[in-house]
């Protein structure tokens, strides 16, 4: 069973940088994709980020929203995956959710029903 445990949240204004980690249990070597989604008020869960592994490296994925403000990184001896946020702004205040995959790809590297473990959530606030 892969148990993940998100931590680094907490309240910031905008323009701030946030790190959250997400630590995963050592069965974690069963998984094969590790990600990152948010849930802000009212609204659906949302992909944020995944780093999958490559042939030449770990390789990483982010929707248009994020991409070139977060960054994904992994570090696999402290079984550890990082959600480096940097510029964060209001629309970006959510539970951010660490995932994880053992399966194949069914739905897409972003889609929330290819990942069956979940932590808990850290709480991400951006005032103005």
């Known amino acids: 069973q892969v148990q993940l445990v998100e931590s680094g949240g907490g309240s910031i204004q905008a323009g701030g940088s946030l790190r959250l980690s997400c630590d995963y249990s050592?069965?974690?070597?069963?998984?094969?994709?590790v990600a990152w989604f948010r849930q802000g008020p009212g609204k659906e869960r949302e992909w944020v980020a995944t780093t999958y592994p490559g042939i030449r490296g770990d390789k990483t994925y982010y929707p248009d929203y994020v991409k070139g403000r977060f960054t994904i990184s992994q570090d696999k001896s402290e079984n550890t995956v990082y959600l480096q946020m940097n510029s964060l702004n209001p629309e970006d205040t959510a539970t951010y959710y660490c995932?994880?995959?053992?399966?194949?790809?069914?739905?897409?590297?972003?889609?929330?029903?290819?990942?069956?473990?979940w932590g808990q959530g850290t709480q991400v606030t951006v005032s103005s």
């Open positions: 050592a069965y974690a070597t069963s998984t094969n994709r």
């Open positions: 995932a994880a995959s053992s399966g194949a790809i069914r739905y897409g590297l972003g889609d929330r029903r290819d990942y069956q473990y």
